[in-house]
C-alpha cells in the first residue's frame, strides 16, 4: 500500500480525497461513512448569511424586499443577527460534526456584508473545527459593478478574516474572473493556506411547459475536470497556498490526473452523490494501485510531474482555441458518423 498522505491548508491529510460541501455531509451517519471509506477531511456545508436572514422574514415580505444583494443587505437587514437560533444550530452542527470523526472537518461561509465574515469566522472557529473554506460567489447582477471592486474586497474579507481567526484558511472560487490567475495571486499575497478550484456553481433552468424557472440540482460530469486540471497545471510552484482541485472529479483515474498536474488534493460531491459513499474507498485504491505500477511510494514523488513549470509540453497550457494541429476535424465527424 503506497503513502497517500498529503498536506492542505497546513493539515495533514490521510488521503488526497476531500468530500466537499454538499447536504451529504449534514448526516451524522454519512459523516461516519465518509471517515470510513478513507476520505482525508470533509468540508461541511456553507453557512449561508443570505439564507439565514431571509429565514428570518416572512415570505411576503421576502418577495416585495428582496431584490438586491450584498450592499443592500444592510439596509435590508439593518439589525443583521449573528446570534439567530439558525446560526447557533449551524454552529452545533459543526461541533457535532468534528466530534463524530477524527479526520479534519472544514467549515464553509458565505456571509453578505463586509463585517459579518469576520464575526461568523470568529464563531466558527469557537467550535473547534480544523479550517474554514470563503465560498467567494455573488452573481454579478449589476453593469456598473467594476470588477476591481469586486476582487478587492474579496481580497480585503480574506486579509480581515485572516487577522481575526487562527485557524487555516481557504478560498472556494469560481472560475469566472477575467484573469483568475491574478486574484489567486492576490489572495495568496493576502494569506490564503489554500486554495479550492473550482466551484460548480447552481445555475437556474426553464420548464418550457409551464414557462416558468425551475431550480434543479445538477452534478457534474467527468469533462467538468479539465478546466480545474489546467489550472492546477498552471498554479503548481506559484503559490504559498496549497491547491485542491474540485469539480468533475469521479474516479480515481480523474485523482490521479489532478495530482500529475500539480494538485495537492481534490474534493468530490457529484460522484459521491453518483456512486455512493464508498466510491472514495474505491478512487483511493485506483490511485494506490496506479501508484504501485508506477513505483511511486508516495504522492510527492509524482505530484507536479505534467504542471506548466516541469511538462516539456507547455501546449496544454497555451492553447484554449479548437485548432486543427492539435486536433484532426475529420477525427471528430468520423467518430460521430458525420463522414464515414
Ligand atoms: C447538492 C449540492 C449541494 C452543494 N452545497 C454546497 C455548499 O453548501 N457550499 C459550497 O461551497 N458548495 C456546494 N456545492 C458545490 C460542491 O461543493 C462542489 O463544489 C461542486 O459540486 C463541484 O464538485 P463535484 O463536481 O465533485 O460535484 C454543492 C453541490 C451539490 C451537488
Not at 437587514?77 to 439567530?84: A, K, L, R
Not at 469566472?176 to 484573469?179: D, I, L, V
Not at 511511486?296 to 504542471?307: T, V, W
Given at each position: 500500500m503506497a503513502d497517500l498522505k498529503t498536506h492542505y491548508m497546513g493539515l495533514e491529510l490521510k488521503s488526497p480525497i476531500i468530500v466537499g460541501a454538499?447536504?451529504?455531509?449534514?448526516?451524522p451517519d454519512n459523516l461516519k461513512r465518509i471517515e470510513k471509506a478513507g476520505a482525508g477531511a470533509i468540508v461541511y456545508k456553507t453557512l449561508f448569511e443570505e439564507q439565514v436572514q431571509l429565514e428570518n422574514l416572512e415570505l411576503s415580505e421576502r418577495k416585495s424586499e428582496y431584490e438586491e444583494r450584498n450592499a443592500e443587505m444592510i439596509k435590508l437587514?439593518?439589525?443583521?443577527?449573528?446570534?439567530?437560533s439558525e446560526i447557533q444550530d449551524h454552529l452545533t452542527a459543526l461541533k457535532r460534526a468534528k466530534e463524530a470523526v477524527s479526520i479534519p472537518v472544514i467549515a464553509s461561509l458565505n456571509a453578505v456584508v463586509r463585517s459579518t465574515w469576520v464575526e461568523y469566522a470568529k464563531k466558527i472557529q469557537e467550535t473547534g473545527v480544523d479550517g474554514i473554506e470563503l465560498n467567494f460567489y455573488t452573481v454579478?447582477?449589476?453593469?456598473?459593478?467594476e470588477h476591481e471592486d469586486i476582487e478587492s474586497s474579496q481580497i480585503e474579507i480574506l486579509r480581515n478574516v485572516k487577522a481575526a481567526i487562527s485557524i487555516p484558511v481557504s478560498v472556494k472560487l469560481s472560475p469566472?474572473?477575467?484573469?483568475p490567475l491574478n486574484l489567486i495571486s492576490d489572495l495568496d499575497k493576502a494569506g490564503a493556506d489554500a486554495f479550492v478550484l473550482f466551484n460548480r456553481l447552481f445555475q437556474p433552468d426553464i420548464d418550457i411547459q409551464t414557462e416558468e424557472h425551475i431550480f434543479p440540482y445538477t452534478l457534474s460530469n467527468k469533462e467538468d475536470c479539465r478546466l480545474p486540471l489546467r489550472f492546477a497545471g498552471l498554479l503548481y510552484g506559484n503559490t504559498k497556498a496549497s491547491v485542491c482541485s474540485s469539480s468533475g472529479i469521479i474516479s480515481g483515474t480523474d485523482v490521479i490526473k489532478m495530482l500529475l498536474a500539480g494538485a495537492d488534493c481534490v474534493q468530490v460531491v457529484s460522484t459521491v452523490y453518483l456512486n455512493q459513499i464508498e466510491v472514495i474507498d474505491n478512487m483511493l485504491k485506483e490511485v494506490d494501485k496506479w501508484m504501485d505500477s508506477k513505483g511511486?511510494?508516495?504522492?510527492?514523488?509524482?505530484?507536479?510531474?505534467?504542471?506548466k513549470k516541469n511538462t516539456k509540453n507547455k501546449l496544454p497550457y497555451h492553447r484554449a482555441q479548437y485548432m486543427d494541429f492539435m486536433m484532426t476535424t475529420t477525427e471528430i465527424m468520423k467518430k460521430y458518423k458525420i463522414i464515414h
Open positions: 454538499s447536504n451529504l455531509v449534514t448526516n437587514f439593518p439589525d443583521i443577527n449573528t446570534d439567530s454579478p447582477e449589476k453593469y456598473d459593478k469566472f474572473y477575467t484573469n511511486y511510494n508516495n504522492i510527492e514523488s509524482f505530484r507536479g510531474k505534467l504542471s
